[in-house]
Structure formats: C-alpha cells, structure tokens
C-alpha cells in the first residue's frame, strides 16, 4: 500500500517564485490536511479540506493555497515563496470526519527558500 | 481552544532505563489524545491514541501512556529504553464536534536520545 504519497521530497526555491506540492493518498480518505514543521514548534496546520470541494484554512493559511478536486488529491501551492516558508511540509489523511480517527502521514517535502 | 505542551525538548536516557515523555493538554471538551513518533527524514507514525473507555492505553514498540483527566496530562512510558526508540516525539490533541472536523494540535516535540 502506498498510503500518502508526497512529492517533490526535496525543493530549493528563490524568493517570488511558484511552486506546487504535491499529495495523493490511496486510502479512499475524505479528510486530508497539509502541516508546516519547524524547529521548537510542533506541526502546525495550514489548510484542510473535509471532502473533494471543500477546503479550509488552518492555523498559518498566509501564503498557501489549496483545492481538492478529487478524493486522491490535494495540491498545496506558494504563490510567492518567502524565506518564512522554508520549512517540512507534510501532508496527512483520515478515514472520515471523526475525531478519534488517527492521521496517516506522507514522508514530507523539505523545502528551502534562498 | 486546545493546546497541548510537552516539558522538556531533549530527553536522555540509557539503554534499559525507564522512558517518560511528558504531555499537558488543554481542551474546552473531553479530549482525544495522540502520541506520535518521527524518525529522522521520515514522516509520523500512530503510536498510541485515547479515545474514550480505558484511561491506561497501549500503544505499538512496547509504549503506554495513560490519561489522568483531574491531572490533564497524558505521559508516555516505556519501561526499558532500546536504541531503536531514538527518534523525535509528538503528543497531539484533537476535539470532536462542533466545526473544528477534529483538527489536531501539535505539541513542540520531545527528542529522545538512547545511549548505550
């Protein structure tokens, strides 16, 4: 099984520039949420989206986009890349919308802003 | 609003030695409680999880952890430490209901070292 699949695994941008992160997950899951991982401050969740078509914003949306268009996937996208945003990027999913369900979590997208 | 604090960001201990990793939570309704680990380059894996029912809960690698609600904390223990438990440590706090669609709340992360 595949489970989540995040690419590219490594990324170095210059400042202004766009890109997109990718996600897919195989698990048939409705719920998948994209987090920020920095040093000293745990993840932090940047968007989520409950089901193709609806997304929303997390703790830290500043900067990112997101769409959900099909279960499988959920692109994230910078759409003028900052030093800030040098950071891990995971993706995660969930089976349905319940809380007691337990995220499953793709390897992250190391991504460095010069 | 939920939080969730973890006291100490390194944790040592020796091959053999007890581990307990430390979490505080604070939720505006009955909890549900993760702990997570992190292998370096890796993504993160369930360890354990607290829904409802039985407060001491065992998780995968020979790990528990036990909810004490008057206390609201939620440590992790493993009684012998092996090499292979190095790795990075995350509690996380999800709340059902509401709109929040349970969105989970990171602690800073313990890193445990095991010596031999």
């Known amino acids: 099984n595949a489970g989540v699949t995040q690419t590219p695994k490594f990324q170095v941008l210059k400042t202004g520039q766009s890109m997109t992160l990718q996600c897919a997950q195989d698990?048939?899951?409705?719920?998948m949420s994209w987090y920020r991982q920095d040093p000293g401050m745990g993840l932090r969740l940047i968007h989520y989206s409950v089901g193709a078509g609806i997304t929303d914003q997390g703790e830290v949306p500043n900067g990112y986009n997101v769409s959900r268009s099909t279960t499988e996937d959920f692109p994230l996208r910078l759409l003028s890349a900052a030093p800030s945003q040098t950071s891990v990027y995971f993706c995660a999913s969930r089976d349905g919308w319940g809380a007691d369900q337990p995220q499953h979590f793709g390897d992250g997208t190391r991504l460095s802003i010069l | 609003a939920q939080s969730v604090t973890q006291l100490g960001s390194h944790v040592s201990v020796s091959e053999g030695a007890l581990v307990l990793l430390r979490c505080n939570y604070s939720s505006s309704v009955p909890p549900y409680l993760f702990w997570y680990v992190q292998y370096p380059n890796q993504g993160l894996q369930l360890l354990l999880k607290?829904?409802?029912?039985?407060?001491l809960v065992k998780g995968i690698n020979g790990f528990e952890a036990e909810f004490k609600k008057s206390e609201t904390s939620f440590h992790l223990t493993k009684p012998s430490a092996h090499m292979s438990d190095a790795a990075e440590y995350f509690c996380a706090v999800s709340e059902g209901g509401g709109t929040s669609y349970g969105k989970l709340t990171f602690g800073q992360g313990t890193i445990l070292t095991v010596h031999p």
């Open positions: 607290y829904t409802t029912g039985a407060t």
């Open positions: 698990m048939n899951h409705e719920y």
